[in-house]
Every structure is written in structure tokens, then in C-alpha cells.
């Protein structure tokens, strides 16, 4: 099986199993998560509504208490002749903003003297009988009634009374009334209705079981002051499934949840409760769009792990394959070049191991090349040494001897002079190819290549001087201290800067700059001569390769061989002004 092949199957059954693990176990959990949470959020709504219904009427209640015991309500004993406490009464009205639709006092003959609303005044209040009574702080308030007038109950009242005491005598003087708009009741379940998700109803039932307050909907089914819901409790203080007798409520089972009151700070205990209630299908109806949710998740996961494992797979495998054709191609010496590969770090560690062997087996068939080469060079340089040096020496020891003839023409001295110069050449030709083919094992010792560079700058000063050249130095590396040969370097500088100086014209320029770097030394030197040929890159360090007239060919040889000696390279590349560059890398420290 390939190995794409195999790495698809087995990432796509591992992600699917986790996914579909992962989505099956997050659904259900939610499930019923969700469950649990809607019975307890409709308890908790119910519970935090019944607190704000109690705290509102103990307020309104407190109100009417501490209102009844002011010192200008006594006014009421003398019929309140300024109006000072119809003044009072109606100051509280609009300061409470419709918390109470009017607010009145009443004679022991039940008769009005004070009121807010002036229409009220000498009217005789009848009173009712006493629904509620509920304790406050300090004494008792009573609740008289409820006024609903028909739908849709604007004009709604709860009728609150607190009798007021003789402050100067015992007994009462008269009853503070308060009519209190059942609006604000309705509001409040309004509000609480609309802010809860879906469909929710609310119901405030009294003792008896009536409903005396409703949300919106529930209103307009004409449902308050009737016992519909008397029969809604809940079993062990738990969420209850019922179902609506009155279809044109809701035709579904109802999630229910239930409070009831318990008064404010122990007071105004009026054993009123509230039920909230939802439709069960739309009280489900997250979990209905979570399963759809899910299996789209599911499908979409199944989707997304196969093109996940395909992607892997062929982020892995095609690598592998384009590096092992490259590995073919290079095999038949098809391909010399690194190739792009681009993958795992692994993968990418291999390609720059591959790399690296590549680099070196080059290094080592370029070593082997000119190693071929110079064994030439030695064959040859034997052959001369033993076939020239002797004829050479004697030629050259008699052309001494010639001129030291006093009967030589001039002539004659100046042919003799030609035979002694050619043979110093020929003998440093020869001398030449015994170096290279023998050169000269380096002595390795700690040297500042900056000063072995000045050193040869210094050497051929009085050169470049005759041609007007500069040589710059731009000496900028911070580790010039390395482990080398300072003969075989200053002949490598020699063999450079001398090629330099005889090809750029007078007036030129030399430029010479090194760095470093924590592994390697580097030096670069270029000049704005007429330049190397392309072409001629690759045999410029082959023996005997030369096209300036007169050369050998051999310095850039025994150049590249100094240099590999101390296992660094020279390359070859054209200077900013057109000239050549030759860079120098050599290791800062010898294996």
C-alpha cells in the first residue's frame, strides 16, 4: 500500500472517530443540560418575580403606614380648613408618578376632606370589607378590594388603607386611602415576559387561588379574577408538566414554574404566589435546533476531516516522492541543483542533509579531478626536473661564462643575456610544477589574517605604486585570528593581488574586505578590471589555463590547492565596477 494511501485512511478513521466521539457526547450532554436549565430558570424567574411583587407591595404599604402617622394628617381634625394635607396628599401623588392613581382621607363619618383629586371632595367613601390585612413596621395596613373595571383594565385599582391615630388622645380620627394602579403590577410581568426567551406566560395568583395579575397575553384571554390556574402546584418544589384545559392558551404541555410568597423582611405576608410558564415545544426548541446543529456539525466534520487527512497525507508523502526523484535524477547526474521541497521539518531536515551530501560528494569529485590533474603535473614535473634542469643548467652556466668574454660583440652580450633570463623563467617554471604537484604540507598555527594581508600589500606597494593603483583595505571582520599556514596565505594574497594588479588598468582600483562569523573567516577581493568570461568560471582553477599573455597558468591552481589544504574554498564572481571578485572562506579553527 503507498504510503499516501495508507496516512489517508488512517488520519481520516482517527478523525472521524474523535469527531463523532466528541459531537455525540457534546449533544447529548447539552441535551440535557438544556433540560435542567429551562426548569430551573422558569423556578428562578418565578422566584425573582414573586420578590419584586412582594417588595413593591410592602412599599406601597409602608407608604400608606408611615403617610397615616405624619403630624399634618392631624390636620384632618379640623377638616383640614387650609388644605394644607389636600396640598400634602396631592404633592405625593405626583411625586410617586403613578405609582398611586389617588390618595384621599376620610372623616370617621367616611365622608372625604382631603383628597388629590379634587372631584373626590365631600363625597362619602363606603367601605368594604377587609381582604388582606397585612403587618408593616409599627402597626397594620389593610386591603380593601380590588376595582377591575372591564377589559382591557385600564383603570385598575387595589385599595390600601391605613387608619390614622389621634395623636393627642386615643383612638382613630379618620382612614388614609391610597389607590394604588394595578398597572404597575402588570408592567412588571409585562417586562418579565417579553425579556425571557420564547413564548412565557405569568400569572399572580392571590390566596384563593385567583388571578389577580397577568402578563399581556393572558389579559387579553379575560383570565384575572378567575380560578383557572387554582390547581397549579408543584410537586417537591420541581418544574411541573401540565396540560392547558384551554386550548386558546396553548394546545401543548407546559413547562411550569412556581413561587411563592414568602413577604418582605417577614412583613406583608399576603399568601400571594406567581407561575411562569412556557409551551413545551417552544421551550424545546433549542434542543430541536441543536440536533439539526449536530447532525450538521456531524456532516460537515466527516467533510472537514477527510480533506484534513488528504491534505496531511499529501503533505507527507509528496515530499518523500519529489525528493526521492530528485534523489534518481541525481543518481544518473541528471540534476545537480537542491531541490525545492517544501514540508515537515523532518522532511525539510532531510532535503538539507541531502543537500549536504551533495555539496560534499561535488567537493570530492572536483577534489578528485584535480587531483587527476595534478598527478599530470607531477608526471610532468618529474620528467622536466630530471630531462631540463640539467641541460638548463648547463646552458645557463655557459651563457656566464660567454659573456664574460671581452671580445663579445655587443650583439652577442645581449643574446647572452636573453639565453640567462629564459633559463631563470624556465627554472621557475619548473620549480612551479614541482609546488604544485608536491606542494608543501602546511604548518598550522594560530595567525591574524588581517596582518598576513597587510604584509602583502606591503610586499607589492612599490607595483601598484607604478601603476597609480589604489588598494583598499577594508579590513572589517571581527575574528581575524584563525588556524593557518602564514607562508601559504601570503602566497595565496600574492598570487591575487599580483593577478589583480597586472590586469586593471593605471589608475584602477583594489578592494579588499573581510568578515567573520563564530565558524568562518571570509575575504573578498575585487577590482574594476576588465572581468572573467562566464565561461571561463569553471576552468579558471584547472593547470595551465591562462589568457593573459606570457602566464603559466598554475597560480590560481596552487591558489584553490593552499586553500583546500586549510579545508576552505575559493569562488569566483564579477565586482560591483564589472571587474572580478574572488571570495575566500576558510574555517576558523582546523578539524
Same mark, same amino acid.
Given at each position: 500500500?503507498?504510503?499516501?494511501?495508507?496516512?489517508?485512511?488512517?488520519?481520516?478513521?482517527?478523525?472521524?472517530?474523535?469527531?463523532?466521539? +466528541?459531537?455525540?457526547?457534546? *449533544?447529548?450532554? @447539552?441535551?440535557?443540560?438544556?433540560?435542567?436549565?429551562?426548569?430551573?430558570?422558569?423556578?428562578?424567574?418565578?422566584?425573582?418575580?414573586?420578590?419584586?411583587?412582594?417588595?413593591?407591595?410592602?412599599?406601597?404599604?409602608?407608604?400608606?403606614? $408611615?403617610?397615616?402617622?405624619?403630624?399634618?394628617?392631624?390636620?384632618?381634625?379640623?377638616?383640614?380648613?387650609?388644605?394644607?394635607? @389636600?396640598?400634602?396628599?396631592?404633592?405625593?401623588?405626583?411625586?410617586?408618578? /403613578?405609582?398611586?392613581?389617588?390618595?384621599?382621607?376620610?372623616?370617621?363619618?367616611?365622608?372625604?376632606? $382631603?383628597?388629590?383629586?379634587?372631584?373626590?371632595?365631600?363625597?362619602?367613601?363606603?367601605?368594604?370589607? !377587609?381582604?388582606?390585612?397585612?403587618?408593616?413596621?409599627?402597626?397594620?395596613?389593610?386591603?380593601?378590594?380590588?376595582?377591575?373595571?372591564?377589559?382591557?383594565?385600564?383603570?385598575?385599582?387595589?385599595?390600601?388603607?391605613?387608619?390614622?391615630?389621634? @395623636?393627642? #388622645?386615643?383612638?382613630?380620627?379618620?382612614?388614609?386611602?391610597?389607590?394604588?394602579?394595578?398597572?404597575?403590577? *402588570?408592567?412588571?410581568?409585562?417586562?418579565?415576559?417579553?425579556? #425571557? #426567551?420564547?413564548?412565557?406566560?405569568?400569572?399572580?395568583?392571590?390566596?384563593?387561588?385567583?388571578?389577580?395579575?397577568?402578563?399581556?397575553?393572558?389579559?387579553?384571554?379575560?383570565?384575572?379574577?378567575?380560578?383557572?390556574?387554582?390547581?397549579?402546584?408543584?410537586?417537591?418544589?420541581?418544574?411541573?408538566?401540565?396540560?392547558?384545559?384551554?386550548?386558546?392558551?396553548? %394546545?401543548?404541555?407546559?413547562?411550569?414554574?412556581?413561587?411563592?410568597?414568602?413577604?418582605?423582611?417577614?412583613?406583608?405576608?399576603?399568601?400571594?404566589?406567581?407561575?411562569? *410558564?412556557? @409551551?413545551?415545544?417552544?421551550?424545546?426548541?433549542?434542543?430541536?435546533?441543536?440536533?439539526?446543529?449536530?447532525?450538521?456539525?456531524?456532516?460537515?466534520?466527516?467533510?472537514?476531516? *477527510?480533506?484534513?487527512?488528504?491534505?496531511?497525507? /499529501?503533505?507527507?508523502?509528496?515530499?518523500?516522492?519529489?525528493?526521492?526523484?530528485?534523489?534518481?535524477?541525481v543518481r544518473h547526474f541528471e540534476k545537480q541543483t537542491l531541490p525545492q521541497v517544501n514540508g515537515t521539518v523532518e522532511v525539510i531536515a532531510l532535503e538539507a542533509a541531502f543537500g549536504k551530501m551533495l555539496e560534499e560528494l561535488e567537493r570530492s569529485r572536483e577534489q578528485v579531478i584535480q587531483a587527476s590533474k595534478l598527478a599530470v603535473?607531477?608526471?610532468?614535473?618529474?620528467?622536466?626536473?630530471?630531462?631540463?634542469?640539467?641541460?638548463?643548467?648547463?646552458?645557463?652556466?655557459?651563457?656566464?661564462?660567454?659573456?664574460?668574454?671581452?671580445?663579445?660583440?655587443?650583439?652577442?652580450?645581449?643574446?647572452?643575456?636573453?639565453?640567462?633570463?629564459?633559463?631563470?623563467?624556465?627554472?621557475?617554471?619548473?620549480?612551479?610544477?614541482?609546488?604544485?604537484?608536491?606542494?608543501?604540507?602546511?604548518?598550522?598555527?594560530?595567525?591574524?589574517?588581517?596582518?598576513?594581508?597587510?604584509?602583502?600589500?606591503?610586499?607589492?606597494?612599490?607595483?601598484?605604486?607604478?601603476?597609480?593603483?589604489?588598494?583598499?583595505?577594508?579590513?572589517?571582520?571581527?575574528?581575524?585570528?584563525?588556524?593557518?599556514?602564514?607562508?601559504? +596565505?601570503?602566497?595565496?594574497?600574492?598570487?591575487?593581488?599580483?593577478? %589583480?594588479?597586472?590586469?586593471?588598468?593605471?589608475?584602477?582600483?583594489?578592494?579588499?574586505?573581510?568578515? $567573520?562569523?563564530?565558524?568562518?573567516? $571570509?575575504?573578498?577581493?575585487?577590482?574594476?578590471?576588465?572581468?572573467?568570461?562566464?565561461?571561463?568560471?569553471?576552468?579558471?582553477?584547472?593547470?595551465?589555463?591562462?589568457?593573459?599573455?606570457?602566464?603559466?597558468?598554475?597560480?590560481?591552481?596552487?591558489?584553490?590547492?593552499?586553500?583546500?589544504?586549510?579545508?576552505? !574554498?575559493?569562488?569566483?564572481?564579477? #565586482?560591483?565596477?564589472?571587474?572580478?571578485?574572488?571570495?575566500?572562506?576558510?574555517?576558523?579553527?582546523?578539524?
Open positions: 500500500m503507498q504510503i499516501r494511501r495508507m496516512l489517508l485512511i488512517s488520519f481520516f478513521v482517527l478523525l472521524s472517530t474523535v469527531a463523532l466521539s +466528541l459531537t455525540a457526547l457534546a *449533544f447529548f450532554t @447539552s441535551k440535557a443540560m438544556l433540560e435542567e436549565e429551562i426548569g430551573r430558570n422558569l423556578t428562578s424567574n418565578a422566584a425573582m418575580l414573586m420578590e419584586q411583587v412582594d417588595m413593591l407591595m410592602f412599599e406601597r404599604l409602608q407608604n400608606l403606614h $408611615s403617610w397615616s402617622h405624619l403630624d399634618i394628617i392631624q390636620e384632618g381634625r379640623i377638616n383640614d380648613v387650609d388644605k394644607r394635607l @389636600s396640598q400634602f396628599l396631592t404633592d405625593v401623588a405626583v411625586g410617586y408618578k /403613578g405609582m398611586y392613581r389617588k390618595l384621599f382621607y376620610v372623616d370617621e363619618q367616611q365622608r372625604v376632606i $382631603s383628597t388629590s383629586a379634587p372631584e373626590l371632595m365631600g363625597l362619602v367613601h363606603y367601605a368594604t370589607a !377587609n381582604w388582606i390585612k397585612a403587618k408593616v413596621p409599627n402597626g397594620e395596613v389593610f386591603i380593601e378590594d380590588l376595582q377591575f373595571p372591564p377589559p382591557p383594565y385600564r383603570e385598575a385599582n387595589l385599595v390600601i388603607r391605613a387608619p390614622v391615630h389621634n @395623636s393627642y #388622645s386615643t383612638g382613630d380620627i379618620g382612614q388614609l386611602y391610597g389607590l394604588f394602579d394595578m398597572q404597575q403590577l *402588570f408592567s412588571l410581568l409585562d417586562k418579565a415576559s417579553n425579556s #425571557s #426567551s420564547g413564548d412565557r406566560y405569568i400569572v399572580l395568583l392571590d390566596a384563593e387561588g385567583r388571578a389577580i395579575a397577568t402578563s399581556a397575553s393572558l389579559r387579553k384571554q379575560k383570565l384575572l379574577l378567575k380560578t383557572t390556574f387554582a390547581d397549579w402546584k408543584p410537586e417537591n418544589g420541581k418544574a411541573l408538566f401540565v396540560h392547558e384545559i384551554d386550548p386558546a392558551i396553548t %394546545a401543548t404541555p407546559v413547562l411550569v414554574g412556581y413561587a411563592r410568597s414568602s413577604g418582605y423582611l417577614n412583613y406583608v405576608q399576603m399568601g400571594w404566589s406567581i407561575l411562569v *410558564f412556557q @409551551s413545551k415545544d417552544k421551550a424545546f426548541l433549542p434542543i430541536s435546533t441543536l440536533s439539526v446543529l449536530g447532525s450538521v456539525v456531524i456532516v460537515l466534520t466527516l467533510l472537514l476531516a *477527510f480533506f484534513t487527512s488528504h491534505w496531511i497525507s /499529501g503533505r507527507i508523502a509528496k515530499p518523500l516522492l519529489q525528493l526521492t526523484q530528485w534523489v534518481e535524477q603535473i607531477g608526471e610532468m614535473a618529474a620528467i622536466m626536473a630530471h630531462e631540463v634542469r640539467t641541460p638548463l643548467g648547463i646552458l645557463s652556466t655557459s651563457a656566464q661564462m660567454l659573456k664574460r668574454e671581452p671580445s663579445l660583440s655587443p650583439a652577442g652580450q645581449e643574446m647572452t643575456q636573453f639565453i640567462l633570463d629564459e633559463s631563470v623563467r624556465l627554472r621557475r617554471l619548473v620549480t612551479t610544477l614541482l609546488e604544485c604537484a608536491r606542494p608543501k604540507e602546511p604548518h598550522m598555527l594560530l595567525h591574524n589574517v588581517h596582518d598576513i594581508v597587510r604584509h602583502t600589500v606591503e610586499l607589492l606597494a612599490v607595483q601598484a605604486a607604478d601603476k597609480h593603483l589604489c588598494i583598499e583595505q577594508q579590513l572589517y571582520a571581527q575574528n581575524p585570528v584563525i588556524v593557518c599556514d602564514n607562508e601559504l +596565505l601570503t602566497q595565496v594574497f600574492l598570487n591575487l593581488l599580483h593577478n %589583480a594588479i597586472q590586469i586593471v588598468p593605471n589608475g584602477g582600483l583594489v578592494r579588499i574586505r573581510s568578515s $567573520s562569523s563564530a565558524q568562518q573567516f $571570509s575575504i573578498e577581493i575585487a577590482d574594476n578590471g576588465p572581468g572573467i568570461a562566464v565561461e571561463d568560471y569553471r576552468h579558471l582553477f584547472d593547470p595551465f589555463f591562462t589568457k593573459r599573455e606570457g602566464g603559466v597558468g598554475l597560480g590560481l591552481t596552487v591558489t584553490k590547492q593552499i586553500l583546500l589544504a586549510h579545508q576552505g !574554498n575559493i569562488f569566483v564572481k564579477q #565586482s560591483e565596477w564589472g571587474g572580478a571578485c574572488f571570495t575566500l572562506d576558510l574555517p576558523i579553527t582546523q578539524e
